[in-house]
């Protein structure tokens, strides 16, 4: 019984390690300023475009203890934990936090995310090759137009090594509390979406075979990034 047990361990061990989490950003400590997710155990993803989880895979409703200080126009560095095993496309959304409110206690519900990066694959062979695959961190710059303010920084990896049919993309999220300085506010974000609702389950850029596309270039899944 004793080796059945540590064989079934081990083996699950083994099966879950190919996921991950992003539970911090550089110089910080875990789930300070990032909103701890249900899967800080399991490592597991949301599968679910229409389920609230797509938002930030909260674990319990509130906000994380800490914001994170950072300037417009410097970067931000998420940790992977372990890293980004899987292959798929990396984003991230910032939303800003109303007035009235801090990042501690916005839900991020609403038309209120502006994307502000997306990687895109190269194609050889019909496969598709992302350059974050295989990264435990990963930098994105602040746009340098942004207001002053407190926002939500909302980290996305959707593995695709499954997703040849509707709900096979996985998503692996996490969603921090900054707050920005040194912005010039000359520009307002465009294209706002909400999470719920921004995907659909068939969108091209996350029902797709990586491993044998055709040649086609990718489309990623929701709205353009916004520039300055």
Known sequence: M???TAFAVLAAGVQAAPHYTFPNLAGTSAWSSVRQTANFQSNGPVTDVNSDAIRCYQRAAGGAP???DVKAGGQ???VAAPNIYHPGAL?????KVPSGKTAADFDGSGAVWFKVYQDMPTTSGGQYTW???GKSQIAFTIPQCLADGEYLFRIEHVALHSASSAGGAQFYISCAQVRVSGGSGTAQPSQLVSFPG???ATDPGLMINIYNNGGKAYQPAGP???TC
Do not use: G, L, R
């Open 131 to 133: 350059p974050s695959n």
């Open 198 to 200: 921004a995907y659909k």
């Open 76 to 78: 931000i560095t998420w």
């Open 224 to 226: 353009s990034v916004f």
């Open 2 to 4: 004793k080796v059945t």
């Open 66 to 68: 800490d914001t994170t």
């Open 91 to 95: 984003s991230a959304y910032m939303a």
